[in-house]
């Protein structure tokens, strides 16, 4: 079992200053210490583990609101992956050139982010100098802004509290919230290698234990890599609905009736982007293929939930299909769902 420190017990930890719900002076000079030694840490010291069902191996950072790998606001803390290996082939990894704890996509693996509408958890409501949730992250500040940004990482106010139990083929993460403006939630997730098959589960939890509605949506971002190749012919995505495209895709890949095919390899700086629409109304649409003919491999992504959205967005390190599910989710109440990853090789 790996209990990270309840993030509960920190209000903020910064190296210039620290409040702590516990205001001995211990545990301040132990905040301060930690904040600043927490820069220093190499890659080997973040909280971390390692899960096996004998044919897949897979490798996960852990959320830590002290020494965790990530402590940006803009994705889920838990189940993120750096590793997965299947018949010697990797399908996660690095994407990004600079790592920074405290940028918003310093992150690997299939990791979630929620938000609420075009912000998040509270946010329109709040003002200036006020709070707001994000789901899987705390209690955030809300500066003084013209707008709300996913690539900003805010003040951490509150970051709930994280437990965490590893087994030799899963990890079971929770997450206990409770905002001062009526919302809270008890977030559960489960990250699990399926006995006997080159399988990955996510599976969900959202409940409600607050006394406002949660109205969320939430997409599994994905990053998808391939053996570290490039982002270029040869690889297709592959969805079971015909794709429309709400823009072009500027001569780097194209929409060919129920996938996308690339037309050439993908430079540094360039990107493929466009919102997809002609999903239907049931979860048979959350069934997509990503396959690469250079490494000979290929991942499945199934859900168990309608799609509310798809954005397809690449570059030259990693393929990205994101489907969103929405939820409301009313005070007592609580919303499930699960996706699951198949890993393959293609005939040769």
Not at 312 to 338: D, L, M, Q
């Amino acid at each position: 079992m790996v209990t990270p420190i309840g993030a509960g017990d920190w209000v903020a930890c910064r190296t210039s200053s620290c409040t702590c719900l516990n205001h001995t002076e211990r545990m301040k000079a132990l905040c301060l210490f930690l904040a600043g030694a927490w820069f220093a840490l190499p890659a080997a010291e973040f909280p971390q583990t390692e899960i096996s069902n004998g044919l897949v191996r897979a490798k996960l950072y852990l959320p830590d609101p002290v020494k965790g790998y990530y402590h940006a606001t803009r994705f889920d803390w838990s189940g993120v992956i750096y590793s997965l290996q299947y018949k010697g082939h990797e399908f996660f990894g690095q994407w990004f050139p600079k790592y920074d704890p405290k940028r918003h996509d310093s992150i690997t693996g299939p990791v979630e982010s929620f938000k609420t509408g075009e912000t998040s958890l509270g946010y329109d409501e709040a003002k200036a100098g006020e709070t707001f949730i994000r789901i899987g992250v705390g209690v955030l500040r809300k500066p003084e802004e013209r707008q709300f940004s996913d690539f900003k990482t805010y003040e951490i106010l509150d970051s709930g509290t994280w437990s965490v139990h590893a087994k030799a083929d899963r990890v079971e993460f929770e997450h206990r919230l409770k905002g001062p403006s009526g919302h809270a939630y008890l977030y559960k997730k489960t990250v699990r290698l399926e006995k006997g098959k080159p399988q990955l589960a996510i599976e969900h939890s959202l409940k409600n234990t607050g006394g406002k509605p949660i109205e969320t949506d939430v997409f599994n971002h994905d990053f998808f890599m391939f053996d570290n190749q490039p982002t270029g012919p040869g690889v297709t995505v592959k969805f079971p609905f015909e794709l429309k495209p709400t823009r072009d895709l500027n001569g780097l890949a194209e929409v060919r009736g129920k996938q996308v095919v690339y037309l050439k390899e993908l430079a540094n700086g360039q990107s493929a982007f466009t919102n997809f629409e002609g999903f239907g109304a049931t979860a048979a649409d959350f069934d997509i293929r990503v396959e690469n003919r250079k490494t000979g491999t290929g991942v499945r992504e199934v859900g168990d939930q309608p799609i509310s959205k798809v954005v397809f967005w690449s570059i030259r390190t990693t393929v990205c299909p994101e489907a969103y599910n929405h939820f409301r989710v009313e005070p007592g109440k609580e919303a499930k769902w699960r996706i699951t990853y198949e890993f393959y090789e293609l005939p040769k």
